[in-house]
């Protein structure tokens, strides 16, 4: 791997969680912590739940702010620390550099599997036609069935649902793009199709 395809480093990364309605309890979920991603590489993250997985993806999407270290992501051509970022710097990120997919489908109830895809791209400024076209070629490609594009994803199943958020994910087709358990509902084909 070169620094011409370094696309995210994190170094000394160390978040803690502290419970505050019960006394203060600190509850650490990783400690200088360190490891590098580069363009068309896939990184995994294993362990077992509770691990901290979760909460190391919403650290490098910046919704977490770690207790020490650096996350440093390339966007249009400079380095950005997320760690100190400002916020209105984080949104400029995320709107064209970095993606992230929860673990669970957050829609607006009675919008189409479709419109749910396409939503992304709709705010990024693609004309309609070519965002649904994009939209349906995703879905298609995640073995959903078009009958069911122009059913709210809330009448799904868990793995119909994942792979509308997986899907929704891919749209915009972000440099980085940061899945929490992508396939945890998926069966075997369709895991491996993700």
């Known amino acids: 791997m070169t ?18 309605i019960q006394g203060g309890v600190k509850i650490p979920v990783f400690q200088e912590l360190s490891f590098e991603a580069h363009a068309g590489r896939c990184v995994a993250l294993a362990g077992p739940s509770g691990a901290g ?32 970022a400002l916020p209105r710097e984080i949104l400029d990120l995320r709107r064209s550099t970095l993606g992230h997919v929860s673990q669970f ?3 607006v109830p009675r919008v189409p599997a479709l419109d749910v895809v396409a939503e992304p791209l709709l705010a990024m400024g693609v004309e309609e036609g070519n965002a649904h076209k994009r939209a349906a070629s ?16 809330a009448t799904f199943s868990g793995g119909e649902q994942q792979r509308v958020n997986v899907a929704r994910g891919f749209a915009p087709g972000f440099p980085i793009l940061l899945l929490d358990e992508p396939t945890a509902s998926l069966d075997a084909r369709n895991r491996a199709v993700v």
Do not use: M
């Open 3 to 20: 620094t011409d395809t370094l696309r995210l480093s994190a170094n000394g990364l160390s978040k803690t969680f502290t419970l505050h």
């Open 53 to 84: 997985k979760s909460t190391l993806l919403r650290s490098l999407y910046a919704n977490y702010l770690p207790d020490s270290g650096h996350i440093n992501i390339r966007h249009r051509g400079q380095w950005v620390d997320l760690a100190k």
């Open 105 to 107: 489908l957050r829609a």
């Open 138 to 153: 995703l879905l298609e490609r995640l073995n959903l069935p078009d009958r069911l594009w122009n059913l709210a994803p």
